[in-house]
């Protein structure tokens, strides 16, 4: 069944309510949405999909950063990496079969989604032996293995931001599922982890947008009606999520976030 693009808004309003909460940009939900219930062709569907990224992480952003959700520094970081990676996806596009982008990026993600299911556990396991370890360290070791840590975290998140950014230079999607476990990887609370993550993907779908304007035209009437539901919806996302009780969201969002990865990857393979 196709729906009329007058219902435009009211997905709109779903999608940004889910993405508030949970985090991401919607790159996927928009452009399946689009795609398969409105009849908009892909070319026209990638790009109003990244155009109406950016009011949505926006909007989510400044509801997110008011509630003291964002973490900046580490936000930084990986839009740094994002909009590399960005320019070298646009880059590589031409050169490189689609097919098997999708295949590599397929791979990647399972295997970030395994690589948290062990580091999940074992971080639970060693959490009170870590901290007896910290403890007992000499000051100057301490602090010298900070450093050290802090230039990895760095390199870490440059890295999964270059991901996320260049999967948005190749398929037109906003880069969610690297964003996401780099922020995870990073020991971010769930909490900041979907505050943060909007941040990020915001600026890699500002620079997808200029990246993708020369392969494909935007249909602004189509984006004012999906961005005016959007923007209500990250809007009222956190407002709604402080009715939610942290500690459950805590214990649903790890299962859930692994789980999306492991299907967006399989889904690539399709």
Not at 92 to 117: D, E, P, R, Y
Not at 200 to 220: E, P, Q, Y
Request: hydrophobic share 55%.
């Amino acid at each position: 069944m196709i729906l009329p693009i007058y219902f435009l808004p009211l997905a709109g309003l779903l999608i940004g309510i889910l993405i508030s909460l949970m985090g991401g940009g919607g790159g996927i939900f928009y452009i399946a949405i689009l795609t398969g219930l409105f009849s908009i062709p892909m070319n026209q569907a990638v790009s109003v999909s990244l155009a109406t990224i950016i009011p949505t992480t926006f909007a989510a952003s400044i509801s997110h950063f008011k509630a003291g959700n964002v973490n900046i520094n580490v936000g930084l970081i990986l839009s740094a990496g994002g909009i590399i990676g960005v320019i070298a996806g646009s880059f590589l596009l031409g050169l490189l079969s689609l097919n098997v982008l999708k295949i590599v990026f397929g791979l990647f993600m399972i295997f970030m989604a395994v690589q948290m299911i062990f580091k999940n556990f074992r971080s639970k396991k060693s959490f009170n032996k870590g901290n007896i370890i910290l403890v007992e360290e000499d000051k100057t070791v301490n602090i010298a293995k900070k450093k050290k840590i802090f230039s990895f975290k760095n390199f870490k998140g440059l890295s999964f931001g270059f991901f996320g950014g260049i999967m948005s230079g190749l398929l037109g999607v906003s880069g969610t599922p690297p964003i996401l476990a780099g922020l995870y990887n990073m020991k971010l609370s769930s909490v900041q982890v979907v505050g943060t993550s909007v941040m990020v993907l915001f600026f890699i779908a500002l620079s997808g947008v200029i990246t993708h304007t020369a392969f494909g035209h935007l249909n602004w009437y189509l984006v004012g009606l999906l961005a005016a539901g959007t923007i209500t919806g990250a809007i009222l996302g956190p407002i709604l999520g402080k009715k939610i009780d942290e500690k459950k969201l805590e214990k649903f969002y790890t299962p859930f976030f692994i789980v999306f990865i492991f299907l967006m990857g399989i889904s690539m393979f399709f």
